[in-house]
C-alpha cells in the first residue's frame, strides 16, 4: 500500500455542483494532516490542515477518519476558479523526525 | 513583497556546470524546505533547514548541496547534475511549532530547471 494515495482524477464536475475526494494514508501514527491545492504550472498553496473534529472553511470541509486512514475534502457550490490539483500532505509519525509525504494530486475540472 | 521568492524562474544548465538556486522569505517564519517535484510524481522533500540548521536530509544525492546562511535565505547548490534531475524545485518555509517543523508551509514559485 503505497504511503499517501489519492485518486489522480480528473474529476469533471459542473459549475455549482458538490465534490468530494478522499485521500489514504498507511501510517496508523500519522499526527498531521493538510489539503493544498497547486494550480497549473503555480507552487502549491495551504487550502487547509484537518482536525479530528473536521474543520469548515466557506464551502471547504476536511475531515479525518481515522479508523480507515483517509481524510476528505468535500466542495460544495463548485466554482470555475475551484479548478487545480488538490494534494494531500500526511506526516508519517508522531516523532520529532517524522516525514512529510505529499500525494501526487486530485485533478478537479469545473465545467461552465 | 511576495512571501517566498525564488531566482531564477527557469534555468538550464549543461551536465558539467555549477549552478546555485536562491530562495528568500519574507514572513519571518524559521523553518525553510527544499521540494523536487517531477512530472508525473508526487512533491519529494529534499532537505529542511531549522533555526538555520538542517535537520532533514532525505538521502539526496551530493551533486545538490543545501545551504542556509540565515532564516530568511536559503540555496541549493547545484554541480554535475543529470538529466533526470531536470524538475521543479520548490522552496517553502514555515514557523516550527515546539521543536518540530511545521507543515503548513508557504511556497515559493519555483525554480523550473532543465538539465542538458
Known amino acids: 500500500r503505497k504511503e499517501v494515495e489519492q485518486d489522480p482524477g480528473p474529476f469533471n464536475v459542473p459549475e455549482g455542483a458538490t465534490v468530494a475526494f478522499n485521500c489514504t494514508y498507511s501510517?496508523?501514527?500519522?499526527?498531521?494532516f493538510f489539503w493544498y491545492r497547486q494550480d497549473c504550472r503555480k507552487e502549491p498553496k495551504l487550502l487547509m490542515s484537518?482536525?479530528?473534529s473536521g474543520n469548515e472553511d466557506g464551502r471547504f470541509t476536511a475531515q479525518l477518519n481515522r479508523a480507515s486512514q483517509y481524510i476528505s475534502l468535500l466542495i460544495r457550490d463548485s466554482k470555475l476558479s475551484d479548478s487545480a490539483t488538490y494534494l494531500c500532505v500526511v506526516s508519517s509519525g508522531p516523532n520529532r523526525d517524522d516525514k512529510i509525504i505529499f500525494g501526487k494530486g486530485t485533478r478537479l475540472h469545473i465545467l461552465p | 513583497e511576495t512571501g517566498v521568492t525564488q531566482t531564477p524562474r527557469h534555468l538550464v544548465m549543461g551536465m558539467t556546470n555549477k549552478k546555485s538556486l536562491k530562495c528568500e522569505q519574507h514572513?519571518?517564519?524559521?523553518?525553510m524546505y527544499w521540494y523536487k517535484q517531477s512530472a508525473k510524481k508526487p512533491l519529494e522533500l529534499m532537505f529542511v533547514y531549522n533555526f538555520k540548521e538542517q535537520t532533514e536530509n532525505n538521502s539526496v544525492p551530493s551533486r545538490f548541496s543545501p545551504e542556509c546562511p540565515n532564516s530568511s535565505h536559503l540555496f541549493l547548490h547545484l554541480h554535475t547534475l543529470q538529466p533526470e534531475d531536470s524538475a521543479l524545485y520548490l522552496c517553502?518555509?514555515?514557523?516550527?511549532?515546539?521543536?518540530?517543523?511545521?507543515?503548513?508551509?508557504?511556497f515559493g514559485p519555483g525554480t523550473r530547471l532543465t538539465v542538458t
Open positions: 517553502a518555509s514555515s514557523h516550527p511549532k515546539r521543536d518540530r517543523v511545521s507543515y503548513e508551509q508557504y
Open positions: 484537518v482536525y479530528s
Open positions: 501510517n496508523s501514527a500519522s499526527q498531521s
Open positions: 514572513l519571518g517564519h524559521n523553518a
